[in-house]
Nanobody, 124 residues
Framework: QVQLVESGGGFVQPGGSLRLACSAS????????REWYRQSPGRERELVAS???????TYAESVKGRFTISENDDKIIVYLQMRNLRPEDTAVYSC??????????????????WGQGTQVTVSR
């Protein structure tokens, strides 16, 4: 199984930067994609950015050009570099991982696991 732990949230003024990290442990080689989501009170959870096994990245329109998702060489940590932060970026940010677990009988079972979330607050 895979476990995820986020870090790096905090308070920042508009225009500032933060870098979130999502560290994975367990069956890392079974992961096919890693994603960052965010949710603020009264709003639905939003997919912010994703990175696939082959390195392909996608971003929500609201963060394009400001946020960058990347991973370290051993693919244990996925980062979300956030620049030019705005008050509307305030939310709890959570990372997840999706992949396939191969059972003893050779059949795959898809899984999706989440980290605990980290608060990002952008305000004066």
């Amino acid at each position: 199984q895979v476990q995820l732990v986020e870090s790096g949230g905090g308070f920042v003024q508009p225009g500032g930067s933060l870098r979130l990290a999502c560290s994975a442990s367990g069956s890392i080689n079974s992961i096919n994609s890693r994603e960052w989501y965010r949710q603020s009170p009264g709003r639905e959870r939003e997919l912010v950015a994703s990175i696939r096994r082959d390195g392909t990245t996608t971003y929500a329109e609201s963060v394009k050009g400001r946020f960058t998702i990347s991973e370290n060489d051993d693919k244990i940590i996925v980062y979300l570099q956030m620049r030019n932060l705005r008050p509307e970026d305030t939310a709890v940010y959570s990372c997840n991982a999706e992949g396939l677990h191969w059972n003893d009988d050779g059949t795959p079972t898809a899984y999706r696991v989440w980290g605990q979330g980290t608060q990002v607050t952008v305000s004066r």
